[in-house]
């Protein structure tokens, strides 16, 4: 049994799809565990780009299952676009599997969002619009739709009218909306369970079956670990637990079967959306890293904040999830910019801490502490450690002596081939 999970170990976007791309070649199974279409994995194969929302990013591969699990909530309507446009491009969908007991966002599940992000005015959190947070929200509540509800239309239209008649008591005491028709709602997404149907399983028992037969999963993580609901700068996160612990919940397969846990971590920092961002950098060099960088949503095109490698916020990561390796990306960002710094503490007040604060208002008023290095020229053309500028090396082995945790994976470029792997996963 070797089982290998990838995790976003700084505020997502770290380029997770990427890794998963890589790996899938050494798994069966790919399972998407958390989250909702707020989360993009861009891959780029062959000079073509590929966005991925839902579907896990194996569905490039031949001959590889890919598996939505329970712990993701799903847009019926955009994952069944992602599908065809997965189809459109030579790429079938026939070995995607879905588990019935994944929630489905619903349309008052996407306009609660908006109302919800108005209301908050100055105060608002930065969510994309999707209904994510309300779908978990239901969810948590026992009010929610899920994929085995959509698919049986009798006991779909009793559980929706049920529901829906709360949400429009509601909508329409809290934000004046007009409320929300149930036949409408009924008629469209009935369509969407009769095509999504034929790929619906028992998700849990379909995992653990293939365990059992010795298949090799991949687990496909959605956003990061600093976005993580419990164990992130809340309430400045996302809706679902984004760690480690989110694998076993999300998916139904134990943790003493995960054998490794990657995480990944850009050679810089980014976030989107609002919250504390202690290595944020608002001149020059941040400009530059978000223009090279190409930083921004691969969903919502928002411009992302940049900043130096947060070693705190990534030896945290290491803990809350028990990282066995770490997987650099975007290394090639860096090229030419010379001095690099990384934070490897904080001030608080006055005090030096080496730790990132639970206490949001704590962490706002922390101030990085940056050791500098020496910068590389360039890593075009680096196809090996041998062949890595050793100011790259010296990078790699700063960040692993202060987590304690050794670097797989260096990507070089947007590309497949623009990739080293130190070791894989998979194999030992």
């Not at 928002?302 to 030896?315: E, H, M, Q, S």
């Not at 001095?339 to 101030?367: H, M, Q, W």
């Not at 890593?379 to 797989?408: F, R, W």
Request: aromatic share 8%; glycine share 12%; with cysteine.
């Amino acid at each position: 049994m070797n089982n290998v999970a990838i995790i976003g170990a700084q505020w997502g976007d770290e380029g997770k799809g990427k890794i998963v791309d890589l790996l899938t070649d050494s798994a069966d199974i790919v399972v998407r565990f958390q989250g909702g279409s707020n989360a993009g994995h861009t891959l780029v194969v062959n000079g073509e780009k590929f966005i991925f929302k839902l579907i896990p990013s194996g569905m490039l591969h031949k001959n590889k299952i890919c598996l939505i699990g329970p712990g993701v909530v799903i847009d019926p309507k955009g994952l069944l676009d992602e599908m065809a446009n997965l189809e459109k491009h030579g790429y079938p969908v026939d070995s995607l599997k879905i588990s019935g007991t994944t929630h489905v966002i619903m349309p008052y599940h996407r306009e609660m969002d908006v109302l919800l992000e108005q209301k908050r005015g100055a105060k608002k959190i930065g969510t994309t619009g999707r209904g994510i947070g309300p779908a978990y929200e239901s969810k948590i509540g026992r009010r929610g739709i899920r994929v085995w509800d959509l698919i049986n239309p009798e006991q779909f239209k009793q559980k929706l009218m049920d529901i829906v008649i709360d949400v429009n008591d509601y909508v329409k005491s809290v934000f004046n909306h007009k409320g929300f028709d149930i036949d409408k709602i009924y008629d469209e997404y009935s369509v969407y369970g009769e095509k999504i149907k034929k790929y619906v399983v028992e998700g849990p028992l379909f995992l653990n079956n293939e365990i059992n037969k010795n298949k090799k999963l991949l687990f496909e993580g959605a956003q990061g670990t600093m976005l993580d609901v419990d164990h992130g700068t809340y309430p400045f996160v996302t809706s679902s637990n984004t760690t480690a612990g989110g694998i076993c919940t999300g998916s139904g397969v134990a943790p003493t079967k995960i054998n490794e846990i990657i995480g990944v971590s850009k050679a810089y920092t980014t976030r989107v959306g609002e919250g504390p961002f202690p290595t944020e950098l608002f001149d020059e060099t941040g400009n530059k890293i978000r223009s090279v960088g190409a930083e921004f949503g691969s969903v919502t095109g928002r411009p992302r904040r940049c900043g130096w490698l947060d070693l705190v916020a990534l030896k945290y990561s290491v803990m809350i999830n028990g990282l066995t390796g770490i997987a650099i990306t975007k290394a090639d960002v860096l090229d030419g910019i010379g001095k690099i710094k990384l934070a490897t503490s904080y001030s608080l007040d006055g005090k030096k801490i080496d730790y990132v604060p639970s206490n949001l208002p704590e962490f706002e008023r922390c101030k990085p502490n940056f050791e500098e290095i020496e910068g590389w020229k360039t890593l075009t053309g680096a196809k090996d450690t041998q062949s890595l500028p050793k100011e790259m090396k010296n990078y790699i082995k700063y960040i692993e002596s202060y987590t304690g945790v050794k670097v797989y994976i260096l990507s070089i470029g947007a590309d497949r081939e623009q990739t080293i792997v130190f070791k894989n996963p998979f194999k030992g």
